[in-house]
């Protein structure tokens, strides 16, 4: 998953959990992120979006940022800085459904969470050539050495988590819903 799909489906479970909480959010007078439903996001973000944005950068880095950027220049700190924000986008997502929720605007949350899974898959589709693609900065720019997508490591790792990340998030967000219906 390269990192903008990711904050786009991190943003999207985080607006999709705000919708399954909806019982919750509306009887409750706590702020959204500290409600049950927001505890339960955010360990899914700490355990299931973070590692997999950790994983992806620290073995597939360039192809993670598309090649935008040699992932080798950037610092450290600042790497582990991003990869805390790409949950925060997550967390954002959250906040975003939790206001709509709490305005009654349940349809217009979940919209928001399809919007924002229609954005990812624009990603991929604008950005097939970078993704279809594997290699260093330095091979794709200089156009040598590159690997098709369905050859090598980096498929493996994206038949991995994939999967592992969708499976998460529908369990979360059915955890949240049959928990807050109790």
Partial sequence: MPLPV????????????????EAELRISPRPALLTQGAMAFLIFDALVVVPV??????FHGDWFLLYLVDA??????????ALVLVGGCGAVGFAAGATL???????????VSVLAVVA?????????????AVGSYAQYAGHFGLKPFAEGSLLQGALVMGPL???AALLLCVRIYVG???
């Avoid at 990711?6 to 909480?21: D, E, H, P, Q």
């Avoid at 990812?120 to 279809?132: E, K, M």
């Fill in 72 to 81: 080798r220049r950037i610092p450290s700190a600042l790497a582990l800085l």
């Fill in 180 to 182: 807050g219906r109790r």
């Fill in 53 to 58: 944005a950790t994983y992806f950068y620290a």
């Fill in 120 to 132: 990812s898959a624009a990603v991929v589709v604008f950005a097939r050539d970078r993704l279809g």
């Fill in 165 to 167: 990340f969708v499976a």
């Fill in 6 to 21: 990711l904050v786009s489906l991190a943003f999207a479970v985080g607006s999709a959990a705000a919708a399954c909480a």
């Fill in 101 to 111: 929720v709490r305005a009654h605007k349940l349809g217009l949350a979940i919209a």
